[in-house]
């Protein structure tokens, strides 16, 4: 939506908070609880990086800004719109991945910042991959609403 020129719309007031945690960390701890992780066992894989939604925005919006910036110059946290929270939104996940890391020794290697900052890069960097799939399959409706 930012690179298109659209809203960026965040549900109610942004303040939810999540755990953050890169693709590549995630990876690893899967592997870890199942080449190391006793059997019946849970384990929570979490990346310690919590941040509220509207944090999360903003930060991708910097990024972008510094990788890509707007054909108008704008920074692109101008097209932050707030809309009307769904049903239901939990204002916080929490992970205690304590266990994983003192049983198996996982850790995730990527801080927020810098993961985030790769990952937004990969999607510069295949938009034909991402691009095809909003044309073929997601038209940008929102998604979660009642009616």
């Not at 006793?38 to 509220?52: C, D, H, L, Q, V």
């Not at 790769?118 to 997601?138: C, F, G, H, K, M």
Request: proline residues 4%; hydrophobic residues 35%; glycine residues 10%.
């Amino acid at each position: 939506k930012a690179l298109a020129g659209e809203a960026l719309p965040v549900y109610g007031d942004g303040q939810q908070v999540r755990d953050w945690l890169h693709v590549d960390d995630h990876a690893r701890g899967l592997v870890s609880v199942l080449t190391e992780g006793r059997p019946g066992e849970s384990y929570n894989i979490g990346g310690g990086a919590e941040k509220t939604n509207l944090e999360v925005v903003q930060a991708v919006c910097s990024i972008l800004d510094e990788l890509s910036p707007a054909a108008d110059a704008k920074p692109y946290s101008d097209r932050i719109s707030f809309v009307e929270d769904r049903p239901g939104h939990d204002k916080r996940y929490a992970m205690d991945s304590s266990k994983i890391s003192r049983e198996l020794g996982w850790r995730p290697l990527h801080d927020f910042d810098s993961g985030l900052k790769a990952t937004v890069q990969w999607y510069l960097d295949n938009r034909d991959w991402w691009e095809s799939l909003i044309s073929e399959r997601y038209c940008g409706e929102r998604l979660g609403k009642v009616e």
